[in-house]
Nanobody, 124 residues
Framework: QEQLVESGGGLVQAGGSLRLSCAASGRTFKMYRMGWFRQAPGKEREFVAAISWNGQSTYYADSVKGRFTISRDNSKNTVFLQMNSLKAEDTAVYYC?????????????????WGQGTQVTVSS
């Protein structure tokens, strides 16, 4: 079983950067596909980015493509989300998630474990 803890959120001005981290406690982290989702107030949770177990495949929502980068360090049981050129519309609670199977990395229902979330606020 994986326990996920996000960190790195905060308040940043538009155009700025943040790096989110998600630390996993399980011994099988490297076998899980990982993803980042976000939820803004009054909106549904949406896919942001995902990465394969070995880091060789990555996926991004169109809204963040070219600005965000997902990566992982299996030796440290950690997945990262580097967020650059932040916009006010990126304001949300960001969640990391782990999945064992499922076809689509973009479907939240395919994920088995979730973190508690970290707040990202971008001021315009």
């Amino acid at each position: 079983q994986e326990q996920l803890v996000e960190s790195g959120g905060g308040l940043v001005q538009a155009g700025g950067s943040l790096r989110l981290s998600c630390a996993a406690s399980g011994r099988t982290f490297k076998m899980y596909r990982m993803g980042w989702f976000r939820q803004a107030p009054g909106k549904e949770r949406e896919f942001v980015a995902a990465i394969s177990w070995n880091g060789q495949s990555t996926y991004y929502a169109d809204s963040v493509k070219g600005r965000f980068t997902i990566s992982r360090d299996n030796s440290k049981n950690t997945v990262f989300l580097q967020m650059n050129s932040l916009k006010a519309e990126d304001t949300a609670v960001y969640y990391c998630a782990a999945r064992w199977g499922g076809v689509s990395p973009m479907e939240s229902n395919n994920y088995d474990y979730w973190g508690q979330g970290t707040q990202v606020t971008v001021s315009s």
